[in-house]
C-alpha cells in the first residue's frame, strides 16, 4: 500500500475524462461492512471555501445507506486495468453479494474511512451538503424522460476533500 498524501493543488488530471470516462469508486462504511459503487457522474470544484466533490447517488444503490449512514467516504480512481472490476462494482448489489471481493479488490482504511489498495488515487472526503434531486427543478424536460423514467431521482452528495492519497 504504497500511498502518499498530496495537497490537492497537486492533482494532475481531467476530471472530465477521469470521471465520465474512466469512472469512480464512491465507496463508505467502516472497518465491519463497508460497500461500494461506481459512478461516472460528478464534479470537482470549489465551494464555501472547501475543495469539493459532487456525486449524485440513485435512492435504490446499496451504497446510499452507507454514506448517508456515515460523515465520510472515499472516492477512488483506478487504471485501466480495473475496467472488469469497476463494471462489477456498478451492476452488483453488495446487497446480494460480496462484490468487493468478486471484484478482486481489496479494503483499507484512512482512519475508519474504506478505500481500496488497488486504486491510483483516493479522495478522502466529509460530507457537507446533501439534498434530493427534484423533477420540478429540471429545466430541460426531456432530462426526465431520459434519465428518470422510473422517476428515481439522484439525491446530490457535496463532499470536502479532506486528504488526497496517490499511488507511488
Not at 51 to 78: G, H
Not at 90 to 96: A, F, L, P, T
Not at 142 to 164: G, M, R, W
Request: net charge negative.
Amino acid at each position: 500500500m504504497c500511498f502518499k498524501e498530496i495537497d490537492v493543488t497537486e492533482l494532475n488530471m481531467n476530471p472530465f475524462t477521469k470521471i465520465s470516462r474512466q469512472w469512480m469508486l464512491i465507496t463508505a462504511g467502516n472497518q465491519e461492512k463497508a460497500n461500494t459503487m461506481t459512478a461516472s457522474w460528478g464534479s470537482l470544484g470549489f465551494i464555501w471555501n472547501k475543495n469539493a466533490i459532487t456525486m449524485y447517488i440513485r435512492p435504490q444503490r446499496y451504497t446510499k445507506e452507507f454514506v448517508d449512514a456515515n460523515d465520510t467516504l472515499t472516492v477512488s480512481f483506478f487504471s485501466e486495468e480495473y475496467r472488469d472490476a469497476l463494471n462489477l462494482c456498478g451492476k452488483v448489489s453488495g446487497r446480494d453479494e460480496d462484490k468487493i471481493a468478486e471484484a478482486g479488490l481489496t479494503l483499507c482504511y484512512e482512519d475508519t474511512t474504506p478505500y481500496f489498495q488497488e486504486a491510483e488515487l483516493v479522495l478522502v472526503c466529509r460530507k457537507m451538503y446533501v439534498q434530493d434531486m427534484k423533477p420540478e427543478c429540471l429545466v430541460n424536460e426531456s432530462f426526465d424522460s431520459t434519465f428518470y423514467p422510473n422517476k428515481d431521482y439522484h439525491c446530490l452528495y457535496i463532499a470536502e476533500i479532506q486528504k488526497v492519497l496517490q499511488k507511488q
